[in-house]
């Protein structure tokens, strides 16, 4: 093996619909068609695996702009036995390439082997399953471990098995299907993969019951196109699982065609532990730096995925937990008697919210309270960062640098002072929007920003 495969495969400018497309249209539906208006960001491939072997299905043709490789013959733990020579093919011909592996729900034996093994503590039947959709995708990394091949995205692919069927009588058994795909795109994350999942709407509610994953991208199957446009139509309508369209396919019955959506050209991505945060959306890295300081873990929900909740105003509770958290959660003991008339010892985060009192950090409102389940307002966040940083010394500009902030306005020299820091510069039309709420993912990047200070 040489060193080349060490590297992911070299980019390639895109196409446009003329050729490629065209040439799908007439195969798919014996039509004639007039080439559509091209989009610049627009990309077109093909996605091939085992069917691809000698003797099976044709290539590719070589000008296409990308493919996606499946690692899997059909079920998870096999391997594509043609993965090298696909690999090779996509390297050989300059082809930007990404992998797909199945997903599928275990036998007794699976469960037996890799149930106990994995992030999970195997205490129920649902660690478990997660354990064994870990090492479903455990395994798909070790077939790209071994051909030295980094893909950067590894698509799951989500849809009935016969050789190995889902169980889907019951809402329980759809549920029992989720674990084994929480367990897949956790080791995908692990590993550093982006990940998205690949199905279409009635497989993936016959699975999932409907799952809803509207962070995690999607790879939208249409099929035998019914006409012309189906394909791209699947970019902009609503995904089988919520989250946004990444790729459309559809096939006519020897190749399977894709094209990009959304104005991206195929390429990599980051994707979130969160399954409700986006890859490409603004704040992905202060959200995961966040996460991986352990400022927030967000919530478990209960097919064990996390969630962040990034456009849910963050509430002044969990506001304190976070500072507390960014201090390095200092060595402190609470009050037996709270400082907030409406807190109380067992409040959660009482500690926190006690520390914000004790440090300067949060005095509350005249009337002693400190209202813990009401949204933090863009302005008395400014102020609390302020304070965080140690009130540091500061001279505010005699004409406000926000169109919505008078020079008289309460923490006037707290918000322009985060101006000045580059920890907040206002929106794009010159204002600050004092009375807002702050979202989480916004929280994110503020306290990022502020870390270094």
């Known amino acids: 093996m040489t060193n080349r495969r060490h590297t992911r495969c070299a980019a390639r400018p895109s196409r446009t619909l003329t050729g490629l497309l065209a040439v799908a249209m007439v195969l798919a539906l014996g039509l004639v068609l007039p080439a559509a208006p091209a989009r610049a960001a627009t990309d077109y491939g093909y996605d091939i695996s085992w069917p691809q072997c000698p003797n099976g299905q044709p290539m590719p043709p070589t000008d296409t702009s990308f493919v996606i490789i499946g690692l899997t013959r059909g079920l998870a733990f096999t391997e594509n036995p043609c993965l090298q020579m696909h690999v090779d093919w996509a390297f050989d011909n300059g082809l930007p390439a990404q992998a797909y592996a199945m997903a599928t729900f275990p036998t007794s034996a699976q469960l037996d082997d890799h149930g106990d093994n ?44 016969p050789a190995q069927p889902w169980p889907s009588t019951t809402s329980a058994q759809r549920m029992e299907n989720r674990y084994v795909i929480t367990g897949l795109l956790r080791a995908l994350h692990d590993s550093g993969y982006g990940f ?70 195929f390429g990599d991505f980051t994707s979130s532990r969160f399954v409700d945060f986006p890859p490409r959306v603004q704040f992905l890295t202060e959200v995961e730096w966040l996460a991986g300081e352990g400022i927030s873990t967000g919530w478990t929900e209960p097919e064990g995925t996390l969630t962040y909740r990034p456009w849910q105003p963050i509430d002044r509770d969990a506001m304190a937990a976070f500072f507390y958290r960014l201090a390095g959660s200092p060595a402190y003991t609470p009050p037996a008697v709270s400082p907030f008339t409406d807190v109380t010892p067992a409040t959660p985060f009482y500690a926190e919210m006690a520390w914000m009192h004790d440090e300067g950090i949060a005095t509350g409102f005249p009337d002693g309270s400190y209202r813990p389940w009401e949204p933090v307002n863009r302005d008395a966040m400014a102020a609390f960062m302020y304070r965080f940083a140690n009130s540091p010394t500061f001279t505010a500009p005699g004409t406000s640098p926000f169109t919505d902030v008078a020079t008289t306005d309460q923490f006037y020299l707290e918000l322009t002072w985060l101006r000045s820091t580059g920890i907040s510069t206002g929106w794009p039309d010159g204002s600050y929007r004092p009375g807002e709420p702050v979202m989480r993912d916004a929280m994110a990047a503020f306290l990022y920003r502020l870390d270094p200070i």
């Not at 199957?221 to 139509?233: I, K, N, Q, R, V």
């Open 196 to 265: 998205g999942i690949y199905s279409y709407l009635n497989g993936w509610n016959e699975i999932t019951d409907g799952w809803q994953l509207t962070g995690v991208p999607v790879w939208a199957a249409s099929g035998h196109l019914d006409y012309p446009t189906e394909a791209e139509e699947k970019c902009t309508a609503a995904s089988f699982s919520g989250g946004p369209v990444f790729i459309s396919q559809w096939t006519d019955g020897s190749y399977d065609y894709n094209l990009t959506c959304g104005g991206e050209s």
């Open 118 to 161: 994995g992030p999970w503590p195997a205490a129920s039947r649902a660690d478990r399953l997660r354990n064994v959709g870990y090492a479903e995708g455990m395994a798909a990394v070790t077939s790209l471990a071994r051909l030295g091949w980094d893909p950067g995205v590894v698509w799951v692919d989500v849809e009935p098995r």
